[in-house]
């Protein structure tokens, strides 16, 4: 009888295991994957959604008719809880066995207790959250047009100087430039504010490239208000730990993630509050080693230094996921490979034409960044859309093109 492998979850590493398995195990497993939306959304594109570059169909790819073309089953349906020990995974009114579980259940926003965060301000982690910031930014808009008032309904507040953040708050600079050109809005009634805890951007990089973001923001008009954490949120107002009150109608909050609530349930004592399950060197789960965890809900507590948590991660440790199970089913289990973060070269998109490289410490800017950032999207979304699995040696041969020139930069020096 064919293995039964559910998957939980189906975004980034869900999605690249599922195919993976059907593709390394063909009719020796029943692949059958679950997960509570129908569509993947391809996270790295939001902050262009929001601003109208791409639309929901080019980033979005439905489940359904995926997978039915590589024989993986598919149910829609909200996880409510994992029954590990009868190995059985838990939807309203029923339960799915498994023989093996990949739990790729991502992460939920981390609003770190602050008053009024979750009630008052826009998540941002899907294409509905970016769609309604963009349309609760054009009504805003246009209600000013017709009253004539902009006191606040023009400020947008964006809290958290990470990736998403400075990636967001660009996107809304360019969202506005159109806005306000279609109200007739002038450009100094109309501000962008984004708020960090930190002294300094940190897109994830070096503190040159947090640097050269800030100057870029300046240029852009983008105000920057660092080192100042929120203290509480309220109706069309952030409030700042030194007291300063933001008149701002929309507040978008991407100051932080946590593992997912499924993980965080299933985890107990084998759980870790900020970086989720605690996974061993294949990536199982140590209380239950038919589960293995990839992307953001769990980590490998082999590891000294934890890598960031990115898309790219995630589809790298499916791999080794797809592996060590094939291993296991086919009785090789000594053939289990450990994990080893390989170190991926990061991109950050400063809205129109305007990108960022970094690599092991070097790093680039300019337009043809932004051109290379889409470019690398598309192929991404073409590896999932088609299943094209001569697209996986891109990541390998973008990887090696980075360490040839990071070798050839060093050796200059
Ligand atoms: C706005 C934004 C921009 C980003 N930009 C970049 C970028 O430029 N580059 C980059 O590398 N990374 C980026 N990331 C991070 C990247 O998207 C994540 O690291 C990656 O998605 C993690 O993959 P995952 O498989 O762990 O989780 P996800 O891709 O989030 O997938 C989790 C899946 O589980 C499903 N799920 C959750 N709970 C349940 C449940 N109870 N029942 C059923 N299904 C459930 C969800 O619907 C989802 O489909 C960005 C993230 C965001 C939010």
């Excluded at 996974?279 to 000294?304: H, R, T």
């Amino acid at each position: 009888m064919a293995v039964r492998i559910v998957i939980a979850g189906c975004g980034f590493g869900g999605m690249a295991a599922a195919l993976g398995l059907k593709r390394r195990l063909g009719q020796s497993a029943r692949i059958i994957a679950i997960d509570k939306t129908g569509r993947f959304d391809y996270h790295a594109t939001l902050p262009e959604l929001v601003s109208g570059k791409v639309t929901e169909d080019e980033i979005t790819i439905g489940y359904q008719a995926l997978f039915s073309q590589h024989g993986i089953e598919f149910t829609e349906s909200e996880i409510s809880g994992i029954d590990w020990r009868k190995k059985r995974v838990l939807l309203p009114g029923r339960a799915v066995r498994y023989d093996y579980l990949v739990l790729a259940v991502g992460s939920q926003t981390d609003f770190y207790g602050v008053p009024g965060a979750r009630e008052n301000a826009f998540e941002f982690k899907s294409d509905s959250d970016a769609l309604a910031i963009r349309s609760h930014v054009g009504k805003m808009f246009k209600s000013c047009k017709i009253s004539g008032k902009t006191a606040g309904d023009t400020c947008i507040v964006v809290v958290g100087g990470g990736l998403t953040g400075v990636e967001l708050a660009t996107d809304l600079k360019d969202l506005l430039d159109k806005v306000c050109a279609q109200c007739g809005i002038p450009g100094n009634e109309r501000e962008i504010v984004l708020v960090g805890r930190s002294k300094h951007l940190s897109p994830g990089f070096s503190e040159e490239v947090g640097k050269f973001c800030e100057e870029y923001f300046k240029k852009q008009g983008i105000t920057l208000l660092l080192g100042n954490p929120v203290a509480r949120v309220g109706k069309g107002c952030v409030v700042l730990q030194d007291g300063r009150k933001i008149k701002a109608k929309t507040i978008v909050w991407c100051a932080g993630i946590r593992p997912s609530r499924l993980a965080e349930e299933l985890g107990g004592k084998n759980y870790n509050d900020r970086c989720g399950l605690v996974l061993n060197k294949y990536l199982q789960w140590i209380a239950s080693p038919s589960i293995f965890a990839v992307g953001d809900c769990g980590y490998c507590s082999a590891m000294e230094v934890q890598p960031t948590l990115t898309a790219m991660r995630a589809i790298e440790q499916a791999d080794y996921v797809v592996h060590n199970i094939a291993c296991e089913i086919q009785g090789r289990p000594n053939r289990k490979m450990q994990y080893s973060p390989r170190v991926f070269p990061a991109l950050i998109s400063l809205g129109r034409g305007m990108g960022v490289m970094s690599y092991q410490g070097i790093w680039a800017a300019g337009r043809h960044i932004s051109w290379f950032k889409k470019i690398t999207h598309h192929i991404h979304l073409a590896r999932f859309r088609h299943d094209w699995e001569f697209l996986e040696y891109f990541d390998e041969l973008f990887v090696s093109l980075m360490e040839l020139i990071y070798i050839v930069s060093v050796r200059g020096k």
